[in-house]
């Protein structure tokens, strides 16, 4: 029997006084400075001094207590330390795939730099379907369903993607013990989008020409802000995430230049972009069609995100080229013969027109803000900004006509506030 009696306990706690009163047999009353009392066992446990926080003095009695303090001391004596034990109990009971996904993203948050891209195609491909179910319930068909509905969409790499992380997740349940199978380890890439192929598309001047012609005719579908975002894409070579969530912050428009910083660039280095004075003709009109917003592409629908949706380029472009996602009717294709490209062609492009008007090698990667190879990557500490303005610009003079010309037969009524 300890030394405490309820009454001294309760004389202890209204006297106040902060500090540690021992009830024998490693039970303690804790009258702390600030909160409330509470009751803590100390133990020796392998060699080391332990304290285990048992609850409230308002929750738990003194006769719970040491209740409590035996039922922990009797564990000790078989080998359990109770403040382990009461660290596995605390684990977040994993039940359902969306608890499995929150336990999953924790390990990617610390070893992927875009934990965000998983965690987006969960949400938007499984978790609908399959986020709600215990994870013993989840089938291959549930599994089938949501890759075949992606591809469906017409989004091939997605569908690779969204298979790709299903069967990573899975994983992650058979090594904790919760799974003792994978229901997606039976599909491959044939199950999904299929063979990605290397692209290797590239527009020649012609195509650009006729391109962003089809883009101006079609100005009801193809909104200004997609018009100058693929103008700046073709001329700067920069990647489409890295234009479309720009913020005005990022520009000197007056020193002609667009610090990228290395926590928006893909490649995770920050780069100074020159801008060729036709792309500040084209952001002027941007500034002011952004109506004071921090974004350059400012969301023109309610939406969570402030810039331009990731799809709003690709989706416009496919328009144009007849295609569209889901089984409505297809639009007509107002692209006639010119090959089918995508957003990310259009940094392919500037690549190969950089080339074409005799830019070196290494000054066109670093034009792409791919880092050099080999020795001149690790020692070449100059950055090329110079040489990298006149590549640009001559890029800039090799598009400019194509971009610009027939401005007049923009319809009446077309948001326009400065000619290209």
């Known amino acids: 029997m300890g030394s405490f009696t309820a009454k001294k306990v309760q004389s202890l706690i209204k006297d106040g006084t902060p500090g540690r009163y021992s009830d024998g047999n490693g039970l303690y009353l804790m009258i702390p400075r600030k909160g409330m009392p509470y009751w803590m066992l100390r133990y020796t446990f392998a060699g080391k001094r332990r304290e285990l926080t048992l609850d409230k003095y308002a929750d738990l009695s003194l006769a719970e207590a040491r209740e409590q303090a035996v039922e922990s001391q009797k564990a000790i004596r078989k080998g359990l330390d109770p403040v382990e034990e009461r660290k596995r109990e605390e684990q977040v009971a994993i039940h359902t795939v969306q608890g499995l996904f929150t336990d999953w993203h924790q390990d990617l948050e610390k070893r992927l730099k875009h934990p965000h891209i998983p965690k987006r195609i969960f949400e938007k491909e499984a978790a609908p379907s399959i986020g709600h179910l215990p994870l013993e319930n989840v089938t291959p068909m549930d599994v089938r369903t949501i890759i075949r509905k992606v591809a469906g969409s017409g989004r091939p790499t997605i569908a690779n993607d969204a298979l790709m992380y299903l069967k990573q997740l899975f994983n992650h349940a058979i090594k904790l013990g919760?799974?003792?199978?994978?229901p997606a380890s039976a599909f491959n890439v044939n199950d999904a989008g299929g063979v990605e192929k290397s692209r290797d598309r590239a527009l020649s001047l012609d195509e650009i020409r006729q391109?962003?012609?089809v883009f101006r005719e079609n100005?009801?579908?193809?909104?200004?802000?997609?018009y100058l975002a693929c103008a700046l894409l073709l001329t700067l070579g920069v990647r489409k995430t890295e234009l479309i969530e720009a913020q005005w912050a990022e520009f000197d428009l007056e020193n002609r230049q667009w610090d990228l910083s290395g926590e928006r660039s893909k490649s995770g280095v920050g780069i100074r972009i020159p801008l060729p004075p036709q792309t500040i003709v084209w952001l002027d009109e941007l500034k002011t069609r952004a109506c004071g917003s921090d974004y350059v592409f400012p969301n023109r629908r309610s939406s969570k995100q402030p810039h331009m949706g990731k799809d709003t380029l690709n989706r416009a472009i496919s328009k144009l080229f007849g295609?569209?996602?889901?089984?409505?009717?297809?639009?007509?294709?107002?692209?006639?013969?010119i090959a089918e490209f995508t957003v990310h062609d259009l940094r392919r492009t500037c690549r190969s027109l950089l080339a074409a008007a005799g830019v070196p090698g290494h000054i066109a990667e670093r034009c792409l803000n791919h880092k050099l190879k080999g020795v001149e990557g690790i020692y070449d500490r100059y950055d090329y900004f110079e040489e990298r303005k006149q590549a640009l610009t001559k890029v800039a003079e090799l598009v400019e006509p194509a971009i610009s010309e027939d401005q007049s037969e923009c319809p009446v009524g077309h948001e326009q506030t400065m000619t290209v």
Request: charged share 25%.
């Open 211 to 213: 391109a962003f012609q």
């Open 323 to 337: 295609r569209e996602p889901g089984n409505k009717p297809q639009p007509e294709n107002k692209m006639g013969n």
């Open 219 to 226: 100005s009801d579908s193809f909104s200004r802000d997609n």
């Open 178 to 182: 919760l799974l003792t199978y994978n």
